[in-house]
């Protein structure tokens, strides 16, 4: 597979509250390849979703969720930073944002718990920063922050190119507590009486589900989908013969949190690849795990 | 009373998220027993209310929540649990469940916080555990895991018996962060126009509310109700001539946080029998309380 | 400027969960000075919005919201006290409050995180005790508990003097976890297509936030708004020549988390003046501050 559009995907600068040139990559990527696909979609954007887009195929059953936004920090006073979402912080990461007077890169400093940028002069208050991307690519791996979730989006857009029914939601702030997938859900609903939903995320390498393995399907991180609907995919995988392998955690969570917490009643599962050192600029995936991601994502999105 | 359905109800598997066992016996209870009410509701569940069942009586004004699911436990890697809620958690607790290997009776061991369990073969991954149901009742008292809340589907289904007007509402996840509510309180809000309500569920017994004295009516837990409603509810209690304890708390919470956090402008307010030993296979409620709070309830409905 | 309103809303006994005295006040005031308004708004109130009021001014495009409710102390067993949102607790605050016996004017206690009152009777269970109002008004400062927020809701009934298209939505239970927010937002996006908010409420001094270098402009706090919106508003503040004040924290929240996380799309922001001693009897806020919060407010609500 050709990864690079997965490379371009991890340098944008998109961290939670401000997805737009996320949104403009996407719009602009569908204009340019949707005449290729099976399926044309109806695109779905503007002020009544924020900077959220929405393409859909056909007549919908399923929706697939992507978080576009990132983690990153905001610079405060001084030289303190706060952090945006939950990132890894190790003094020595390099960082990289824009303002008003000019571009940045600058360097994590962590001490004792609080976070500092090392630049010559002071940024803006306010400003955004985000890991600097080092993309890299072997025979088995790709390694590059933001893995999440621009492999979900990449995954996303991938199965795209097939879909004949179903929706595929880009949308924000998903790693910083949330916000815009209640009104994406409330529009499916009501609308298209979609209320089935794949979380397009990457989780965790752990003991139980290590790399290379095939995709993870979760029956649960800190919060329940409904069972019945979990037995139903899993069902699906295993019929489909794609490697895959079960989840079972107690903590982390997903867009699947908001829909759980919404008052439209979706039914959710997380499929997404395990990936080693999350949320630090170190993210990595195993290539068969993308495949595999791939392929599960487009066998479900029509048996389900 | 009669607390052989109590008993039958404390023995069903139905953990947050896996409720359809309860869903189904409701609805088979229903059928059977509802010709004997004085009003026959209208039963409404299906797709659109995931494993959720409400009955409609006449023209509803008020409606009751009762939550089904359980707290309990899933199998993750190896030996290892997860918790499903807040389950007390002590080595020698009873667990049971069933995977694709057949029925499981096995025992909790808890070790620095850690939870496992203690069988001759592996569980599979994502199996749910609960507690073995040990039903105790002498004169006085009942005990058994899950009064907390078979006990408050058990008052719902004993109101039913003579309810001519309101809304009984047998929902999901409570135990678990939540997920039903909101589209359950939509539905009522939106469709019949009900936005009272009363939590049927149970309470603690504390230094402020001991065993026997009657049913709580909660002035607040973590969450705190609007203030009217809680007096018009005490008003009508202390009208009854119906024993009840005023609770008082800072912290707990119910299905009355989701309809207080909803787009939906709902009045609610906690009144249950309180319980020793919460959330283990011991909880142990006062005979007294369990008929003052179906007393109360038949009250409540008749003159909110 | 003159601040008697100020002093008598700091009077006004409205806890999270009890607002009905504020609101009546509201409802009496705008009774009484709408006349004297350029427009005349429409009053909304009423069941349907608990005890929340909402003025709606022409064809509004951007609401404020302004909550009512305050912190305090609810009496539990005993001489036991529990928070009501999250007071400053010191050993001697003087509280006040009123039970089936009379008013109270009781003295707090602190004794290892835990509280209580002192008084020579025993105080009803569930009664709500608040901070005694001590206003202090100099040159420079207005001193008082419960600056935050009915300098939220003065600002607000200044705006109203001379606003024209806007909705001003007076709300519950900020102070403890929301509510309100849901269904206000859901009336007016979906009953006037609003989705641009500004939260009418009093943040911190801090380091990078002093006294009486103008209203604060919060970019982030524990969340994050979409940030198209807030350099807009800055832009805004800009050229309004107003003194404003960039503020960027990780942690506190607003009426801003409800509409973030609630199913509309609305874009929100947080601008109020700062104060020191927050959450206690002596809130302190720079008059300059709350000049040009006023000013501020009506230049947004006029361009936005």
Tied chains: 1, 2, 3.
């Excluded at 999440?148 to 199965?159: E, M, Q, S, T, W």
């Excluded at 489909?240 to 759980?260: N, P, T």
């Amino acid at each position: 597979m050709d990864f690079k559009l997965l490379k371009t995907l991890c340098q944008i600068h998109a961290p939670s509250g401000n997805e737009v040139a996320m949104k403009e990559f996407i719009l602009n990527y569908v204009e340019v390849n949707a005449s290729k696909w099976k399926t044309k979609p109806e695109v779905i954007f503007g002020d009544k979703f924020q900077d959220c887009v929405m393409l859909k195929f056909g007549t919908p059953r399923t929706a697939i969720f992507a978080h576009m936004d990132s983690i990153g920090f905001t610079v405060r006073y001084n030289d303190q930073l706060v952090a945006i979402g939950g990132p890894k912080a190790e003094t020595g990461y390099k960082l990289v944002g824009e303002d008003s007077m000019g571009p940045i890169e600058c360097e994590l400093l962590e001490d004792d718990g609080n976070l500092y940028y090392k630049f010559p002069r002071g940024i803006d208050r306010g400003t955004e920063l985000v890991f600097k991307c080092d993309f890299r690519e072997d025979d088995e791996y790709i390694q590059s922050c933001y893995m999440d979730n621009r492999l979900g989006v990449f995954n996303a857009l991938k199965v795209a190119e097939t879909l004949e029914d179903g929706v595929i939601a880009f949308g924000c702030w998903e790693e910083h507590g949330g916000g815009a997938v209640p009104y994406l859900a409330k529009h499916m609903y009501e609308q298209w009486g979609v209320k089935q939903a794949l979380i397009s995320d990457i989780t965790w390498v752990t003991e139980g589900v290590p790399h290379g393995e095939g995709v993870a399907i979760s029956m649960r991180d800190r919060n329940i989908p409904r069972r019945s609907y979990i037995q139903k995919i899993i069902k699906i995988a295993e019929e489909s013969g794609i490697d895959f392998q079960l989840e079972v955690e107690g903590a982390g969570s997903s867009d699947g949190r908001e829909l759980q917490l919404s008052p439209y009643p979706f039914d959710w599962c997380f499929v997404g690849a395990p990936e080693d050192h999350v949320h630090s600029p170190d993210e990595k995936v195993h290539k068969h795990d993308i495949d595999c991601m791939i392929a599960l994502y487009k066998v479900l999105m029509e048996r389900l």
